[in-house]
């Protein structure tokens, strides 16, 4: 962090600039006020220079939106975006909340190597983020040591693409966009197109070095670094031995090989980044370091808080002193900032020495030295008279592999011809060959990540040479206008094969974006819209909420029919809620104690106590009505369970009746016997459009009054799986099965009962759930077993938590999500039983193990308990937010002890508790 410079604006909108926060290839970061709100804000500004190319322009909001798409976590939400078309060419950034926190490159500088559990937090967190990326069918290609912060919480990803972790970034002349990518990944070596593996190659290349301070290719000559990275083996023997499995997965050379990253975040965190970071992770110095952080921005804002102090500030030669006031003795250890730098210097990263003094690192080319009172050239920066650094927390210990540590280029290029290092000025050429791309003037000078000296740098500003290029992905560009000509890719995209030489980790891949002013006339901006803020944790505003009234009895069933109704039976009748207004349209009586609420053709189904009804939606009425006792004439007194299951038009139920069996003929001498009363017990296929049986099989009558009620837990397309509930289990139904519980197989077509099996030592309580395939996935104990249905072969098993127990799991696409009475809820793959992540709901654990539900579109997962609803990400298990209502405000009314519900209906989550209902909008 350091002063403004004379050239630096000091106000982006409602935002007050305090100082430079950060320097990358393609902008500048500053921390800044918001003059409205009081908050603190980091400004991402794009240097004026590649601002002006269309091509970069395009990119730069394409990341931008990137970013607001996945905020939350451990991505900063934005909190604006300029508006670049009213504000001028120049000024193009986005703002994000300030969080107190350090590049991972200077974290290592300062602590060295990071310890195997804050490498498991720092892997954990991104995978968790790259999994979100990935879920939409995108790649990220912004990871770099100085785009991923460390908080005191957990890490932070500030690059949402290949330009903002690039490490150069320059415009050509046509309006060309030159980007060396500071990673290179052997599909990008064989010049294919980066895809979602590659952001594992580049994880592994990122956590390797958090691991040891260095790159695992740096063995051999720069020159040869893009084919040690195609293929040699990784360096990894100083990496922690529990991650050097993990870490090798990732850098494999075949795509197909590298683990998913929802794989990764759960194998580096089972529990999440967030739980296993809880309590502080990082090590003593950097927490230190992070403090130190926060109290001089914190200072920074205390002295520019008034307006007009603001105002009167003056300029930035006369404004070195005030900066250095304005950083209070934040701690005894650092001392007061220098006084200003004489003339054009910049310093290297200012570390206090003995006695005080404030010195600085060796400068970037090792070649030329530079003693403490030099000055040396910025090369990229330029110009800059009356600029100090602020000083960094503490002493630095010298850097492991100075050549390589940011996986970027070495320091030392090739031996070529002698060039002082203070002739490396912005735009000079390059002090060795690089290659001169196709549409471009020359080889130019991209800048470094921290912009520091001038030719095709890599990250922190080390030298490079030419390398391969590869294109970057680009927003689709629009039609030419009328009567113009039309663009074939060739006039957006230029990219051509380059020497290779100097590179590290994919330092010299190179891309130029762009091709003249016709491209500039046909790339209308797309619209953006601007980022609505958000709290982390608070749930949506809920469209409606309906409140059943207190005069009539409470709900008993809640359900929903064709995403238009919300249908609520009670003791006394039933009532439709309208899904998109949350108000009640009718109530009937005949409906009472109904449930259900099914779509029978344009009718609304509802199975009753004694009855099957079909009702108009739009006011209730009773369209048809079936009597159990008139549409099952043949047996007399029929006592219908609830609904088994339904699928399609079909529904599932169980009844009983009571026959009379006539006691046999007593033999000669022997009194005659009493008759018998027998319950019976059927299962019924019925189909509720066409209003007609389709079969009945006979099955074991249950506990007394006899009905059996069975529960559907997987479809298949020959037959369906079904298992008793345990409380209609008789002893001897529970004395013959030894403890274990039994699934029943039948026919769908006929009905014809196929088989009884048991799975394992799975009991008649554990959550079970089944898929069309034929798997099924059990509580076995403390653990979930999945089993071949029809053979009740074991498949894997997954263990659980140590006391706990498993729910009825939920299947969802290719995910096993399951739920813990220990409130962990989790997504396993369906083939593998590989948990893809695993999070707490983070609240007591009281009662059983939450209910589990999924939105329509798959995307959301909802957790309900008895003290709130949690909504997931479902790809990466991300936690959304919660809910908890605030019960009932009259002190006299009665107190809601009943668990929550969620039930997904279209594009809204409905949640229940008790006679409160609540329409949340969800993805």
């Keep these: 962090m350091e002063a403004l410079r004379s050239e630096d604006p000091r106000r ?100 060295g190597p990071l310890p ?102 740096t063995e ?78 914190r200072a920074l804002e205390g002295a520019w808080e008034a307006p007009a102090a603001a105002d009167s500030m003056p300029g930035v030669a006369d404004a070195v002193p005030a900066v250095a006031d304005a950083v209070p003795e934040t701690a005894d250890a650092v001392p007061a900032v220098a006084d200003a730098v004489p003339g054009n210097a910049v ?34 920066i330029g110009e800059d008279r009356g600029t100090t650094r602020f000083p960094d927390t503490g002493p630095k210990p010298p850097r492991s592999d100075r050549a390589t540590t940011q996986l970027a280029l070495p320091h030392q290029p090739p031996p070529l011809p002698a060039v002082p290092a203070h002739q490396h000025t912005h735009g000079s050429p390059a002090p060795y060959p690089a290659a001169v791309l196709p549409g471009s003037a020359g080889p130019g000078s991209g800048q470094g990540i921290n912009g520091r000296s001038g030719s095709g740098q890599g990250a922190n500003g080390q030298g490079s040479s030419g390398g391969p290029m590869v294109a970057l992905p680009l927003p689709p560009a629009p039609a030419p206008p009328s009567g113009g000509p039309a663009l074939d890719r060739r006039g957006l995209l230029t990219v051509a094969a380059a020497a290779v030489g100097g590179l590290v980790v994919g330092g010299g891949a190179v891309a130029v974006i762009g091709g003249g002013e016709s491209a500039v006339a046909t790339d209308a901006k797309p619209a953006a819209p601007k980022p609505r803020r958000t709290l982390p944790g608070q749930p949506p505003e809920p469209r409606w909420i309906y409140a059943h009234p207190s005069s009539e009895s409470a709900p008993l069933t809640a359900a929903l029919w064709q ?57 209730g009425a009773v369209v048809h009505r079936l009597r159990y006792a008139d549409g099952f004439t043949d047996l007399p007194g029929l006592q219908v369970g609830r609904l088994a299951g339904h699928s399609g038009t079909v529904v599932w139920f169980t009844g009983s009746h009571t026959v009379t069996v006539k006691a046999p003929k007593p033999k000669k001498g022997k009194k005659q016997e009493p008759d018998k009363k027998v319950v019976q017990a059927h299962l019924f296929a019925y189909d ?7 079969w009945r099989t006979p099955v074991p009558a249950g506990r007394a009054p006899g009905t059996p009620l069975y529960r559907v837990v997987a479809e298949r397309p020959a037959d369906i799986l079904v298992r008793q509930e345990p409380s209609t289990l008789t002893p001897a139904d529970v004395k013959a099965a030894k403890g274990k519980g039994s699934l029943r197989c039948f026919d769908r077509e006929t009905g014809t009962l196929q088989w009884t099996k048991q799975y394992g030592t799975a009991g008649p309580n554990a959550g079970i759930a089944g898929d069309e395939s034929g798997i099924l996935y059990a509580s076995v104990g403390a653990d979930l077993q999945s089993f071949e249905a029809d053979t009740t072969k074991p498949l894997w098993r997954v263990a659980g938590t140590e006391g706990s127990y498993f729910g009825t799991p939920l ?91 969620a039930l997904a209906s279209g594009a809204n989550v409905i949640v229940q508790r008790a006679r409160s209902f609540y329409a949340f909008p969800v993805a």
């Design 12 to 111: 982006f909108g409602r935002f007050t600039v305090l100082a430079r926060f950060q320097e990358t290839a393609s902008a500048v970061r500053y921390v800044a006020r918001d003059t409205g709100a009081g908050e603190t804000a980091v400004i991402t500004a794009a240097r004026p220079a590649l601002a002006a190319v269309p091509a970069f322009r395009r990119r730069f909001e394409a990341e931008a939106r990137t970013a607001e798409r996945l905020a939350g976590g451990w991505v900063a939400p934005p909190l604006e975006t300029g508006d670049s078309e009213a504000e001028g060419a120049e000024l193009l950034w986005t703002a994000a909340g300030y969080v107190p926190a350090l590049p991972l490159a200077d974290a290592i500088g300062i602590a």
């Design 688 to 694: 509720i459009v066409r209003r007609a049986e389709l």
């Design 563 to 619: 995403d238009r109704l919300l249908v609520v039976t009670s003791e006394s009748q039933a009532s439709a809620v309208d899904l998109r207004t949350g108000k009640r349209v009718w109530q009937r009586a005949d409906a009472a104690d109904g449930q259900a609420a099914l779509a029978a053709g344009d009718l609304c189904f509802v199975a009753g106590p004694t009855e099957f009804l079909w009702l108009a939606p739009k006011d």
């Design 347 to 380: 310093p290297g990263d200012a570390v206090p020495q003995e006695g005080g003094a404030v010195g600085t690192h060796a400068p970037a080319d090792p070649r030329v030295p530079l003693a403490p009172d030099a000055t040396h050239d910025t090369g990229a």
């Design 116 to 217: 195997e559990r804050a490498l498991r937090i720092l892997g954990a967190g991104i995978a968790e983020i790259l999994s979100r990326v990935h879920a939409g069918g995108a790649v990220l290609q912004g990871l770099a040591p100085d785009t991923v912060l460390l908080a005191g919480d957990g890490p932070r990803l500030t690059a949402f693409g290949p330009l903002g972790a690039a490490a150069t970034a320059e415009a050509r002349p046509g309006g060309q966009l030159s980007v060396r990518l500071g990673y290179l990944t052997p599909e990008q070596v064989a010049g294919k197109a980066a895809g979602a593996p590659s952001d594992l190659f580049v994880l592994g290349l990122l956590l390797a070095y958090a691991a040891t301070g260095t790159t695992p290719f």
């Design 220 to 297: 051999g000559p720069p020159e040869e670094a893009a084919r040690r990275i195609a293929e040699a083996d990784p360096e990894l023997d100083a990496v922690p031995e529990e991650l050097r499995a993990l870490i090798a997965g990732c850098l494999a050379k075949d795509p197909a090989e590298r683990p998913t990253a929802g794989t990764v975040a759960a194998e580096l965190a089972l529990e999440g980044a967030a739980g296993l970071a809880r309590g502080g992770w990082l090590p003593e110095r950097l927490a230190a370091a992070v403090a130190e952080q926060e109290a001089r921005v």
């Design 811 to 901: 299947v969802a696409g290719p995910f096993v999500h399951t739920t813990e009475r220990s409130q962990q809820i989790g997504a396993v793959e369906r083939e593998t039983g590989r948990f893809v992540w695993r999070r707490s709901t983070e609240v007591p654990v009281i009662g059983g193990a939450p209910a589990l539900t999924v939105s329509t579109t798959g995307e959301t997962l909802f957790a309900a308990d008895a003290a709130q609803v949690t909504a997931f990400s479902a790809a990466d298990g991300e936690r959304l937010w919660k809910f908890q209502d605030i019960g009932v405000a009259d002190p006299k009314g009665e107190t809601v002890s009943a668990p929550y519900r």
